[in-house]
């Protein structure tokens, strides 16, 4: 590791060459979408309000004055609190095809958590669980979808090499809306609904209200799943100020229950798909590009990251109906406006009734995403 220089990154012309660095990585990779380069900025700086509750900490690996590898260390004292099992987190990993380099970076962070307490890393999270998840472990012949990573296949045997072992899988469901649902999914979803049980869109007069209610339905449907970090008031401010322009409300399903809301979906037109060729830049003409496909040629592609079901709801018939009607809802409108396929992502490998559900609706898991943790 003697030839291999370990840079803290340490302002904007570090954190550039750290955002920039997976692109020439990937150069050779048809199916890699450099993100926005004023989105990371966005992601990567205290104006993600993650930095508010956790201490982080970015670095590149040169070699031979090229940036040839890049990691992220953080600890989320929101998740401790939940959670006080000095867990620390690594994510935004990326690096050249060297067992040298991973190993680098990986000493690095973990002796980076180690000095602050931590026993135990685990990852890639970029930066929390609430945002990007996973390394990519199946499913490299597609892009990803908004918000979604994408690894090269050689990232996985790097971090084995280095003592990572799994600690769960999550998958992303694709489904073909062009298609009909199967014969049982239909029979049960045209069924005349339940009196007390009514579907509506998204209210855009009212919508830090709306985003108040999915957010507390959010935290309680998921309060017992693996890994679970409740999403505050400010961070849940920021997604929403974030994702308003890529918000339309009939994509954005409510159910309630006697009047009360307990059930929300929400599908995102795939903004990967709109800024599949701009290499990650908006000016000279990366805007106008990205306008027109927004606006007037339209996407095909649409993905779903956040949904959720009252723990109170989600009993009994009804509360097992709830899941397929708001999917099935969203799914007509996303046809109706042009859109072929949307993605479902993530569900845990063990939440069977969710994967279930996915695939008695003709969902497919088409891509495997991996989190890994080691012992420090």
């Not at 685990?122 to 945002?131: A, R, V, W």
């Not at 003592?163 to 998958?171: S, W």
């Not at 049980?197 to 007069?205: E, F, H």
């Amino acid at each position: 590791m003697t030839d291999i220089q370990i840079l803290p990154v340490d302002g904007k012309t570090l954190l550039n060459r750290f955002i920039r660095l997976p692109e020439r990585l990937h150069r050779g990779d048809a199916k890699y979408i450099a993100p926005l380069h004023l989105e990371r900025l966005d992601a990567l700086t205290p104006k993600n309000p993650f930095f508010g509750h956790a201490d982080v900490q970015f670095w590149i690996a040169c070699r031979g004055g090229r940036d040839v590898g890049r990691i992220s260390a953080q600890i989320d004292h929101q998740a401790l609190a939940v959670r006080p099992d000095a867990t620390g987190q690594f994510g935004m990993i990326a690096a050249e095809d060297d067992a040298e380099i991973f190993k680098a970076l990986i000493t690095t962070a973990a002796d980076w958590l180690r000095a602050r307490g931590m026993k135990r890393i685990q990852g890639p999270f970029n930066l929390n669980i609430n945002e990007e998840m996973g390394l990519l472990v199946d499913g490299f012949d597609t892009p990803p979808m908004l918000l979604m990573g994408h690894d090269l296949p050689y990232v996985a045997t790097r971090l084995e090499e280095q003592g990572f072992v799994k600690e769960k899988d999550v998958y992303a469901y694709l489904y073909d809306i062009t298609v009909d649902l199967p014969a049982g999914a239909r029979r049960l979803l045209d069924r005349p609904l339940p009196k007390e049980i009514t579907v509506r869109r998204l209210d855009l007069k009212r919508y830090d209200e709306e985003v108040r209610t999915i957010t507390d339905i959010f935290n309680d449907a998921w309060a017992n799943n693996w890994g679970f970090v409740p999403l505050s008031a400010i961070e849940t401010d920021h997604l929403a100020k974030s994702l308003k322009p890529l918000l339309d409300p009939r994509l954005v399903s409510i159910v309630e229950q006697n009047g009360e809301p307990v059930g929300f979906l929400v599908c995102l037109p795939n903004l990967n798909e709109a800024i599949r060729d701009l290499g990650g830049k908006l000016f000279p003409f990366g805007v106008v590009k990205l306008l027109w496909r927004l606006k007037v040629s339209g996407l095909k592609t649409a993905r779903v990251p956040l949904m959720g079901i009252r723990r109170k709801a989600a009993q009994g018939v009804i509360g097992k109906l709830l899941p397929f009607l708001l999917i099935d809802v969203v799914r007509k409108e996303a046809a109706k406006m042009g859109f072929t396929h949307v993605e479902l992502s993530w569900i845990l490998e063990d939440n069977m009734p969710m994967r279930h559900i996915n695939e008695s609706l003709g969902g497919v898991a088409y891509k495997t995403y991996r989190i890994y943790e080691k012992p420090l």
